[in-house]
């Protein structure tokens, strides 16, 4: 069982950065695709970005990429994701999830094994 615990959220304003981490525990995470989705209040969970288990492939959103990197440090057991550019369309809870299949798949039906607690993101205009 994989444990994931966000951190690194706050409130910025429109413009600004944050750098979001999830750190797992209970299992190495090197061999599992990675993601962050995010949920904002009254609206369905929406995928943001994805990296593959050794990093080489990365997947994001439409309305995040050029402005969003998500990356990995398979010793530290953690994945990271740098958002730049924040527009307050991006206030939402971003929860990490893990899951050892195919990133494709998994990016296509959600269905990751391990999902964590979420961490707050608010960008005020």
């Known amino acids: 069982q994989v444990q994931l615990v966000e951190s690194g959220g706050g409130l910025v304003q429109a413009g600004g950065s944050l750098r979001l981490s999830c750190a797992a525990s209970?299992?190495?995470?090197?061999?599992?695709?990675m993601a962050w989705f995010r949920q904002a209040p009254g609206k369905e969970r929406e995928f943001v970005s994805a990296i593959s288990w050794s990093g080489k492939s990365t997947y994001y959103a439409d309305s995040v990429e050029g402005r969003f990197t998500i990356s990995r440090d398979n010793a530290k057991n953690t994945v990271y994701l740098l958002m730049n550019k924040l527009k307050p369309d991006d206030t939402a809870i971003y929860h990490c999830?893990?899951?050892?299949?195919?990133?494709?798949?998994?990016?296509?039906?959600?269905?990751?094994?391990?999902w964590g607690q979420g961490t707050q993101v608010t960008v005020s205009s």
């Open positions: 999830a893990a899951d050892p299949g195919d990133a494709v798949v998994l990016i296509t039906t959600g269905h990751f094994s391990s």
């Open positions: 209970g299992r190495t995470v090197s061999t599992y695709t």
